[in-house]
């Protein structure tokens, strides 16, 4: 049966889809001088420099422009040491809040055909369309004293706006997408045969998900919840709205380094707001590893 | 297990996947379902799996109705066309997942004799640690199989098993299946737009057009007895050639020569004769005028388009190399042609095929879309 063509192994890849492949591709296509490409490239690299790199090392330069002992005094304050407190909470009740949600909304529409699909999937990119400010205010409008639900909750003796809840609402409604946007490109490429696979292999529908589709989707889950989380620390206007300033009780990192910068307290807003950039360093060089690490996996979704 | 459907329905969005159903298949035949796309073939087929649910209709495995069973408890191996292989999981992690997943799940060390023995069977010992992705098409195939088999299926079910894979793996994988067929003794039904492999392969075929049957037979019948003008022409190419019967005497349009008819049709009808059941006689024989177009020599085979002298209609004959009276034959040439065997169908409106226009009957499975 050695000649059987079916049980032999798949012809190796050719030299340049291998992993070590060289670093830079000629491109046949590509026809203009040298000089051209140079100029264009260093232009772009001078760009990228003075946009996005310049002011991220000015952060930590500012932060650190009267030593280090001004830079721990600003940052063991106790109004910055509860916004950073506050921060980290809000971040870990809404990134798990909105890994089920988007879960689930991704599941529901790439594994199952409804009516209103369309409609849900719109629903889903809302909060990337609307402004966060506006998000701030329909929830003043809901829970606050005059809103809908104000006078009952009143009665009750619960607070959600300008207290943590309506902090932790606004963060869920502007990260919403992150997760749902991540994993429905994938989850729409790889269809329901899987699934209908174990299902005929007698799974049941919860093992299904555990054993077959969770696992199928792990990575890009993964890298939609730091995208999430990212954006779940860093999240101004619609916290702005709901969260009051109360300092020490209802001030996040961005509002904190707000206050401190229109207070003139440069060294403080710096210090605070380099520990922001930090988190968003350490979320972005996990990306990366992630990246690198299973970059054919996440080929597949689309990059926001 | 032995399977009935029983008027079987099915509409998708004002369009009739099924139209009617009815079709007993016996325990452990080798079953193909044929037709282009479109015909409700692979509708069926996953109707039979629980994967699409019958608007109207019944589905006894073994006497007992499952119709409205939910898949997993219909004890059914499928093998998805694109095998829909755990990607991440071993070759044996995909096998055992059916025994895994168990409520009575076996032990450890069940699970993994059951493993092996499958591997065994399919001929991929060695390769229980690798990844779908490290496998050829035609060893992810058996993987996808063997992890079917793993759960002891009342009913093996197989959705164009062959389509994605090239034609030298193909037709290795063919006679292996026929040979694990009658091995294992499972119920088995695929479903394939390749008449060549549905006759090569099934004991029978179910011939498939818009959502009903058209025939079903063993490969001799549906090939030398077709039922209906789209069994005639999807199995095999034809002539199609206008006539008339009287008194059980057939007479060709245009000719005053008359064969015998079995046939209970009268009026006029259309002749179904495949190129190879067209034969060259002698001048004074009975038969049709006709000039030589084209001869094309392939093998042992000599193929001549002809036009009829009497309707100017082309057709195609098939013919031996040993013929003497169809070697040197060339374009221009006198020839009178007289069928040995025919069909006779009551003439159609159009009598031109009725096979989708779309479907070419072997091109690969990717280029078409599936009949769902």
Known sequence: ?304 | MNIQIRGIHKVFANFPALDGVNLDIESGELIALLGPSGSGKTTLLRTIAGLEFPDEGAILFGGEDIANRPVRERGVGFVFQHYALFKHMTVAENIAFGLDVRKDRPSKEAIRKRVNELLELVQLSGLDKRYPTQLSGGQRQRVALARALAIEPKVLLLDEPFGALDAKVRKDLRRWLRELHDKTGYTTIFVTHDQEEALELADRVVVMNRGRIEQVGNNQQVYEQPATPFVFDFLGSVNILPGEVKNRELRFDGSDDVWDSESQETGLVDIYVRPHDLQIVDSQAPGLDATVTLVQRAGALIRISATLATSGERIELELSHLDTLARSRQPGDAIRVAPITFGLFPRAPHRRPTTLPDVVPNAPAENRERAR
Request: proline share 6%; net charge neutral; charged share 15%.
């Open chain 1, 1 to 304: 049966m050695t000649a059987d063509a079916s049980l032999q192994d798949p012809p190796a890849l050719p030299p340049q889809f291998r992993p070590e492949g060289p670093l830079v591709h000629r491109n046949a296509a590509i026809s203009e001088p040298a000089w051209v490409q140079r100029i264009l490239i260093t232009l772009a690299l001078l760009f990228l420099l003075g946009f996005l790199l310049l002011p991220l090392i000015s952060v930590f330069a500012e932060a650190l422009r009267n030593g280090w002992v001004t830079y721990k005094d600003a940052l063991v304050e106790p109004d910055a040491i509860a916004a950073i407190k506050l921060t980290l909470l809000v971040a870990a009740l809404a990134v798990p809040l909105n890994l089920v949600f988007g879960v689930a909304a991704a599941w529901a529409i790439t594994k199952f055909e409804f009516r209103g699909k369309s409609v849900l999937i719109s629903l889903i990119d809302l909060p990337f369309s609307v402004s966060p400010v506006v998000a701030g205010v329909i929830y003043i409008m809901i829970f606050g004293r005059h809103g809908w639900a104000g006078p009952w909750l009143d009665e009750n003796d619960i607070k959600i706006v300008f207290a943590v809840p309506g902090i932790v609402l606004a963060t869920v409604f502007v990260t919403f997408p992150f997760v749902a946007r991540e994993l429905i490109p994938l989850m729409h490429e790889q269809g329901t045969d899987n699934e209908q696979a174990a299902l005929t292999l007698g799974a049941s529908g919860w093992k299904t998900f555990w054993h077959v589709t969770l696992p199928s989707i792990k990575w890009a889950l993964l890298y939609g919840v730091l995208l999430c989380s990212a954006r779940a620390m860093g999240e101004f206007g619609a916290v702005s709205v709901v969260s009051g300033h109360i300092r020490g009780q209802t001030n996040t990192m961005p509002l904190h380094v707000e206050i401190l910068y229109n207070e003139y307290q440069f060294a403080g807003a710096f210090a605070v707001a380099s520990i922001l950039a930090l988190f968003a360093l350490v979320t972005l060089a996990l990306k990366s590893y992630l990246e690198w690490r299973h970059g054919d996996e996440l080929a597949a979704t689309r990059r926001h």
